[in-house]
């Protein structure tokens, strides 16, 4: 699984995460897709410098879409990891830019997005969405704490429902919480690390 962090930045959060998930059997992977961060959500993780890596860039945006390509086969070449059976996981910016990927590049076996957020035209695009997914949302996402009007929990709900409509496989858990709190709340990360490793089990070991 490749893990993708938000707006942010790169952080030990992240680096934990993937710690944390290796323990279902799976082989995790936090990567530094960005150099620095924006945005109010910096309060609720600690900063890990990257500075050889390229600048902030929207989640839609190609050459996103390439750096992921370039993490994606890297992670492919890793001793121990099938290359048929990759993931991506991204919280917030993260999840936007392994959604476009998924839906531009494919070829990913499972996807979890945490906080994601989505526009209307990448709702309409959920009967092209091939991978199963694992969405993860707050129901109180907001601004304040990092959110954005396209991160509102209504906007995950209308994503959740056009999948279920084009007959996608979906999962989803919301959280009295908000865009960040998974990183604030010891309680919503041990939930969130249990589900994760659920869904990773169900897709990717067997």
């Known amino acids: 699984m490749l893990i993708l962090h ?13 710690r944390d998930l290796a323990r279902s059997g799976v082989v995790a992977v936090a990567a530094c897709w960005f150099e620095g961060g924006v945005g109010s959500g910096a309060r609720f993780v600690k ?9 902030i860039i929207l ?14 086969a890297a992670v492919r070449a890793l001793p121990g990891v099938r290359p048929d059976r990759v993931a ?6 993260g999840g936007g830019a392994a959604l476009a990927y998924a839906l531009g590049a494919g070829g990913v076996r ?23 997914i694992l969405l993860l949302h707050g129901t109180r996402d ?3 704490d990092g959110g954005s009007a396209l991160t509102a929990v209504d ?4 994503f959740e429902a056009a999948l279920r409509a084009a007959g996608k496989e979906v999962d989803a858990t919301y959280f009295e919480a908000g865009h960040n709190d998974v990183f604030a709340s010891a309680a919503q990360y041990d939930a969130t690390v249990r589900r994760v490793s659920a869904f990773l089990r169900q897709q ?3």
């Open 59 to 72: 989640a839609g945006n190609p050459a996103a879409q390439e750096r992921v390509g370039a993490l994606v």
């Open 204 to 206: 990717l070991i067997p």
């Open 110 to 132: 499972a996807l979890v997005l945490n906080s994601t957020g989505y526009p209307p035209e990448v709702v309409a695009r959920a009967p092209d969405v091939a991978a199963p």
């Open 88 to 93: 991506l996981l991204g919280h917030s910016r």
């Open 155 to 158: 906007r995950a709900r209308a």
């Open 47 to 55: 900063s890990l410098p990257c500075p050889d890596a390229p600048p």
């Open 142 to 144: 907001d601004p304040a």
């Open 6 to 18: 938000g707006s942010h930045g790169f952080a030990e959060e992240y680096v934990r995460l993937a």
